[in-house]
Nanobody
Framework: VQLQASGGGLVQPGGSLRLSCAAS????????IGWFRQAPGKEREGVSC????????NYADSVKGRFTISRDNAKNTVYLQMNSLKPEDTADYYC???????????????????WGQGTQVTVSS
């Protein structure tokens, strides 16, 4: 399984970015894809996830109402639309996959097997 994250950049507070995670190599339909972030000096945080089996989603409290995760199965890509960005959203963002997951996904990183490289998001004026 391979994951390729992209779309990071520099944005002013209140702005928006859309991250993309292109995934390939799955041999089963049972998996979930999650977005995680890690800021310098902080622990990794699960941001959002989406189940491939039922499309259910999960969000961290810190991003609810501002971030939206979605998928385009034809493109094998998962998106993270980030609106109303705040300086505290600044971090390296990673996508990962929880292979074998059926049903609702989890934002706990310990269940994720494959990780893509990070894409940096900086929210600053």
């Amino acid at each position: 399984v391979q994951l390729q994250a992209s779309g990071g950049g520099l944005v002013q507070p209140g702005g928006s970015l859309r991250l993309s995670c292109a995934a390939s190599g799955f041999t089963s339909d049972y998996y979930a894809i999650g977005w995680f972030r890690q800021a310098p000096g902080k622990e990794r945080e699960g941001v959002s996830c989406i189940s491939n089996t039922d499309g259910s989603t999960n969000y961290a409290d810190s991003v609810k109402g501002r971030f939206t995760i979605s998928r385009d199965n034809a493109k094998n890509t998962v998106y993270l639309q980030m609106n109303s960005l705040k300086p505290e959203d600044t971090a390296d963002y990673y996508c990962a996959t929880d292979v074998g997951r059926a049903g609702p996904c989890t934002n706990s990183g310990r269940y994720y097997d494959y990780w893509g490289q990070g894409t940096q998001v900086t929210v600053s004026s």
